[in-house]
């Protein structure tokens, strides 16, 4: 299995603060998941490609798109802000192969990420193609919601398939589920609210990553 990532989402974070909201948790981190919404392929919005640019921090961002059919420009400004990978859904495109390309075009790891409703049928033929998958575990579109335990047959399915692909979960994740994940075989585990939502996140990360183990 590949190596365990734990990506505090900003979502759950106070943005107005926000190089302020990544000191906290930067020593722990792998990763930076960042949420971008567009109120079309989910009902809220959120920040775009110049708030990433404000982003100060050596952690690689992971930026996931929540968005409709992203075109090759507007997927250029998160490559431009320093986005390390970009995750785009199978739902929101119509060819994903066409965003995919483009960015790994421009060497940013690719990933494509399902619904909880999804079948992971969907995605198989993107899976030689990219370097991540993302199976969410809530629908998209807000933080704090319940972990929708019937995913992880994909993630199970996806792991037979694929030893080697990195394989993140996105959504209610706390110790309990990143070990309910972790045990069906994902690799990255994203957290919000069980991490900004707490007073001392350096703790809240190491107690889910002590359960990984
Ligand atoms: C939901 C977002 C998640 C969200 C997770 O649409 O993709 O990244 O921030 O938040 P929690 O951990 O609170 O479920
Ligand atoms: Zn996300």
């Given at each position: 299995m590949p190596k365990v990532k734990i990506a505090p989402s900003?979502?759950?974070?106070?943005l107005s603060r926000v190089n302020k909201e990544i000191k906290d948790v930067e020593k722990h981190a792998d990763l930076i998941h960042v949420d971008i919404m567009?109120?079309?392929?989910?009902p809220a919005a959120t920040v775009d490609s110049n708030f990433i640019k404000t982003i100060k921090t050596k952690v690689p961002l992971d930026v996931h798109l929540m968005v409709h059919e992203p075109s090759n420009s507007y997927i250029k400004g998160f490559i431009d802000a320093g986005a390390n990978s970009i995750t785009i859904h199978e739902e929101a495109c119509k060819n994903p192969s066409k965003q995919i390309n483009f960015i790994k075009k421009n060497k940013v790891k690719a990933a494509i990420s399902i619904k909880?409703?999804?079948?992971?049928y969907r995605i198989e033929k993107y899976l030689n193609m990219v370097g991540m998958v993302l199976i969410m575990?809530?629908?998209?579109?807000?933080?704090?919601q319940k972990f929708i335990a019937l995913t992880m047959s994909k993630v199970k399915e996806l792991r037979k398939l694929k030893p080697k692909l990195d394989i993140e979960v996105d959504g209610g994740i706390n110790p309990l589920t990143a070990r309910i994940a972790f045990e069906a075989g994902a690799n990255i585990f994203v957290a919000g609210t069980f991490i900004f939502g707490k007073k001392d996140r350096a703790a809240a990360i190491k107690e889910i990553s002590s359960t990984l183990k």
């Amino acid at each position: 299995m590949p190596k365990v990532k734990i990506a505090p989402s900003i979502l759950s974070a106070d943005l107005s603060r926000v190089n302020k909201e990544i000191k906290d948790v930067e020593k722990h981190a792998d990763l930076i998941h960042v949420d971008i919404m567009d109120g079309i392929f989910v009902p809220a919005a959120t920040v775009d490609s110049n708030f990433i640019k404000t982003i100060k921090t050596k952690v690689p961002l992971d930026v996931h798109l929540m968005v409709h059919e992203p075109s090759n420009s507007y997927i250029k400004g998160f490559i431009d802000a320093g986005a390390n990978s970009i995750t785009i859904h199978e739902e929101a495109c119509k060819n994903p192969s066409k965003q995919i390309n483009f960015i790994k075009k421009n060497k940013v790891k690719a990933a494509i990420s399902i619904k909880p409703k999804t079948p992971l049928y969907r995605i198989e033929k993107y899976l030689n193609m990219v370097g991540m998958v993302l199976i969410m575990t809530v629908e998209p579109g807000y933080a704090g919601q319940k972990f929708i335990a019937l995913t992880m047959s994909k993630v199970k399915e996806l792991r037979k398939l694929k030893p080697k692909l990195d394989i993140e979960v996105d959504g209610g994740i706390n110790p309990l589920t990143a070990r309910i994940a972790f045990e069906a075989g994902a690799n990255i585990f994203v957290a919000g609210t069980f991490i900004f939502g707490k007073k001392d996140r350096a703790a809240a990360i190491k107690e889910i990553s002590s359960t990984l183990k």
